[in-house]
C-alpha cells in the first residue's frame, strides 16, 4: 500500500459519493501526512547542529514507506478497536457503530490477519527455539516470534498466547 494508491482509492469514493470511505481516507492520508512530518522533524533535528541553525527545515521533508503506511493504518485500527469498546461501556452503541464501520474500512487496507490456530504454532515453534521455560524468558520468545507475525496477528493476542505458554 503507498500514499498514491489511497489518494488515488479516495478519488473513486468521492466519485462514487461514499461519505463514510473518503471520510475514512482523508483521516487515513491525514495520519500518513502527520507521521511523515513527526518523522522529518526527528531526522532533521538529528541532522541540524548548533552551526546550522539557519536551515529552515525545508529539507526535512520525509516519505513514508509501506512499512510506514501499514504501521499507520494499524495504528488506526487500534484506535477504533479502543473506541469501540469504550463506545459500548457506555452504552453509546450509535458511536460504536460508526467506528465499527470505519474498522472495517481500514481492515481492507491491513494483511491479512493469522487464525489463533496459526499465531499458537508460531509461539510454540518460537518457545522449543529460544529453549524459554519461564515467564523471565517472554521478551526472549517475543524477540523472535514478533518479526514473524508483526502485521499479521494482534500484538495483545500474540502477547497472551506466549504468556499461556510459558504459565504450562
Same mark, same amino acid.
Do not use: C
Given at each position: %500500500?503507498?500514499?498514491?494508491? =489511497?489518494? @488515488?482509492? *479516495?478519488? #473513486?469514493? &468521492? ?11 482523508? &483521516? ?9 512530518? #513527526?518523522? !522529518?522533524?526527528?531526522?532533521? #533535528?538529528?541532522? +541540524?547542529?548548533?552551526?546550522?541553525? $539557519?536551515?529552515?527545515? @525545508?529539507?526535512?521533508?520525509?516519505? $513514508?514507506? @509501506? ?7 494499524? +495504528? #488506526?485500527?487500534? /484506535? ?10 457506555? $452504552? ?21 490477519? &493469522? ?12 518457545? +522449543?527455539?529460544?529453549?524459554? =521455560?519461564? %515467564?523471565?524468558? %517472554?521478551?526472549?520468545? %517475543?524477540?523472535? *516470534? &514478533? ?7 494482534? !500484538? ?7 504468556? /499461556?505458554?510459558?504459565? +504450562?
Amino acid at each position: %500500500m503507498n500514499k498514491q494508491k =489511497l489518494r @488515488e482509492e *479516495l478519488k #473513486q469514493s &468521492m466519485l462514487a459519493k461514499d461519505e463514510l470511505k473518503t471520510s475514512v481516507l482523508r &483521516m487515513l492520508l491525514s495520519a500518513i501526512n502527520y507521521y511523515e512530518i #513527526q518523522k !522529518g522533524t526527528v531526522l532533521w #533535528q538529528k541532522a +541540524s547542529s548548533p552551526a546550522s541553525e $539557519a536551515q529552515t527545515g @525545508e529539507d526535512n521533508h520525509y516519505e $513514508a514507506n @509501506e512499512t510506514d503506511i501499514l504501521h499507520v493504518i494499524q +495504528s #488506526q485500527a487500534k /484506535q477504533r478497536k479502543d473506541s469501540i469498546s469504550e463506545f459500548e461501556k457506555a $452504552a453509546r452503541f450509535e458511536l460504536a457503530d460508526k467506528e465499527k464501520k470505519e474498522l472495517e474500512i481500514l481492515s481492507t487496507y491491513l494483511p491479512k490477519q &493469522m487464525s489463533e490456530k496459526e499465531v499458537k504454532k508460531l509461539v510454540d515453534e518460537a518457545v +522449543s527455539q529460544t529453549g524459554a =521455560l519461564t %515467564m523471565a524468558d %517472554m521478551g526472549k520468545v %517475543m524477540g523472535a *516470534l &514478533m518479526p514473524k507475525v508483526k502485521g499479521k496477528a494482534d !500484538g495483545a493476542l500474540v502477547s497472551n498466547l506466549v504468556k /499461556q505458554a510459558l504459565s +504450562s
